[in-house]
Nanobody, 124 residues
Framework: QVQLVESGGGLVQAGGSLSLSCAAS????????MGWFRQAPGKEREFVAA????????YYADAVKGRFTIYRDNAKNTVLLQMNSLKPEDTALYYC?????????????????WGQGTQVTVSS
């Protein structure tokens, strides 16, 4: 069983930056594709970014491309999301997710383990 714990959320002004972290325990972290998703109030959860097991391949939603960077440290069982140039529309609960299969995915239904989420609020 894989446990995921997100941290790093908070309140930031538009144009600012935040770095989210997801610490994994249990299972084999280094072989798992990882993803970040978010859910804004009243909206469906949506894909943000994904990364393959080695970190060589990354994927981004169009809304965050060029502003967010996903990367991982397999030695520390951690996946991170660096968020720059934040906008009020980035306000959401951000979730980390892990997948059992080797192929990375941008589809939330493909992920097997989820964290509890960390809140990001961007003020205008």
């Amino acid at each position: 069983q894989v446990q995921l714990v997100e941290s790093g959320g908070g309140l930031v002004q538009a144009g600012g930056s935040l770095s989210l972290s997801c610490a994994a325990s249990g299972g084999t972290f280094g072989l798992r594709p990882m993803g970040w998703f978010r859910q804004a109030p009243g909206k469906e959860r949506e894909f943000v970014a994904a990364i393959n097991w080695s970190g060589a391949d990354t994927y981004y939603a169009d809304a965050v491309k060029g502003r967010f960077t996903i990367y991982r440290d397999n030695a520390k069982n951690t996946v991170l999301l660096q968020m720059n140039s934040l906008k009020p529309e980035d306000t959401a609960l951000y979730y980390c997710a892990a997948r059992n299969r080797l192929e990375p995915s941008t589809t939330q239904q493909d992920y097997d383990y989820w964290g509890q989420g960390t809140q990001v609020t961007v003020s205008s």
